[in-house]
């Protein structure tokens, strides 16, 4: 069956450091690969994504994530963390065939910034 | 726009009731998905609809719980009878399928528990 893994459950920086967040899939097919995140309080809301092209993707807030196919991963990178990237964070993977419209989660990741 | 509208955001009831969630997608998209949060289990997709027709419920848990689409505005999932570990949040998605895009807009989710 199809999985996607998030390696950090939980995750503490202090402002102005650098994040990297990992995500593992494990289909080997042609993929559509997803970051959300959610706010204390908020609902998901999408980050950045993947569907063909440059490998590196940028999204808002100064995110961006690198798609490595040979690896199977899709890792969420910022250089400098606020307070306000405190959030959960979710990679999420579509197997692109057909009409499939099925997302496959991550548990998610925990992001706590200090201050 | 004013998003996708979940009712209710809070709801309490004891087991062997119905619940009945509702949800409004984005005027104008052809995806709504059906979600359920829990800590443990993360995010499951329960069920989605094309243009109002179900395309996949392989994700809903038993016969309990039913999906509802009658037109392309309005959508309900219903639970019954109630049970305590359908406690978890509820959030319903929609999207606007295109080849480059394929965002889900989430709603604020109903947190449900089941006493």
């Known amino acids: 069956a199809q999985s996607v893994s998030q390696h950090n459950h939980h995750v503490i920086l202090s402002e102005a450091a650098s994040l990297e967040l990992g995500c593992n899939y494990s289909y080997g097919g042609t993929v559509n690969l997803f970051w959300y995140v959610q706010y204390p309080g908020q609902h998901l809301q999408l980050l950045l994504k993947?569907?063909?092209?440059d490998p590196l993707v940028k999204g808002i807030k100064g995110f961006e994530a690198e798609f490595i196919k040979s690896k199977f991963s899709f890792n969420l990178r910022k250089p400098s963390v606020q307070w306000s990237d405190t959030a959960e964070y979710f990679c999420a993977v579509m197997r692109n065939a057909g009409n499939n419209r099925k997302l496959i989660w991550g548990l998610g990741t925990s992001l706590a910034v200090n201050p | 726009d004013a998003g996708v509208i979940q009712s209710p955001r809070h709801e309490v009831t004891e087991m062997g009731q119905e619940v009945t969630l509702r949800c409004k997608p984005i005027s104008g998209h052809d995806y709504l998905f059906w979600y359920r949060q829990t800590m443990m289990r993360g995010l499951e997709l329960l069920i989605y609809?094309?243009?109002?027709?179900?395309?996949?419920d392989s994700g809903m848990p038993e016969d309990r719980f039913s999906a509802k689409m009658p037109n392309a505005s309005f959508s309900t999932l219903k639970i019954q009878p109630s049970e305590p570990r359908d406690s978890a949040v509820y959030f319903c998605?929609?999207?606007?399928?295109?080849?480059?895009?394929?965002?889900?807009?989430f709603g604020e989710g109903s947190r449900l528990t089941v006493l």
């Open positions: 993947y569907f063909s092209g």
């Open positions: 998605a929609s999207s606007l399928w295109t080849a480059n895009t394929g965002e889900l807009f």
């Open positions: 609809f094309n243009n109002n027709v179900p395309i996949d």
